[in-house]
């Protein structure tokens, strides 16, 4: 019967002619774990803003509630609260809506700025890890040609 060929030491000399940095691996990885930590700061940060802008609004709006809430002597003292009310109503959710996007503009600044700096950083370790690696195969293929 015909014999399988083994191709162990193939694929053995075929990685050993193509190491792999491991080291620019974990710099990858390090990059990408610091990134996603700085945008997590970024959501956190922005959604504790809001949480508290979101608790501010509804504590003034309950505050302006009470007044409308309490009795009146005359019939036309509930109309006149209820204007007031709906006024002030309007008047904040045009500052608290203001508020809000605020947050979300410097959120968004912040998010571009990391991820350009990402991009930078990732683009210079690119290119250093393509010049280790043309030079690691240039010298292996020179070291094949000197050997044959």
Same mark, same amino acid.
């Given at each position: 019967?015909?014999?399988?060929?083994?191709?162990?030491?193939?694929?053995?000399?075929?990685?050993?002619?193509?190491?792999?940095?491991?080291?620019?691996?974990?710099?990858? *990885?390090?990059?990408?774990?610091?990134?996603a930590e700085k945008m997590s700061s970024?959501?956190?940060? %922005? !959604?504790? /803003?809001?949480t508290e802008l979101s608790a501010k609004w509804a504590q003034d709006t309950l505050t302006?509630?009470?007044?409308?809430?309490?009795?009146?002597?005359?019939?036309?003292d509930y109309a006149k609260a209820m204007t007031d009310f709906a006024s002030a109503s309007a008047e904040s959710a045009a500052?608290?809506?203001?508020? *809000?996007?605020?947050?979300?503009?410097?959120?968004?600044?912040?998010?571009?700025?990391?991820?350009? %700096? !990402?991009? /930078?950083?990732?683009?210079e370790e690119m290119t250093a890890a393509a010049k280790k690696a043309t030079n690691e195969v240039t010298a292996a293929a020179k070291k094949a040609t000197a050997a044959k």
């Open positions: 019967m015909a014999k399988t060929q083994d191709f162990t030491g193939v694929f053995k000399d075929m990685m050993g002619a193509f190491p792999v940095d491991t080291k620019a691996m974990e710099d990858t *990885f390090k990059n990408q774990t610091a990134l970024v959501a956190i940060d %922005a !959604a504790h /803003k809001s302006k509630l009470q007044s409308m809430a309490s009795a009146k002597t005359e019939p036309t500052e608290h809506m203001a508020a *809000f996007a605020e947050i979300a503009k410097k959120v968004q600044t912040q998010t571009m700025e990391l991820v350009l %700096a !990402a991009g /930078k950083d990732m683009s």
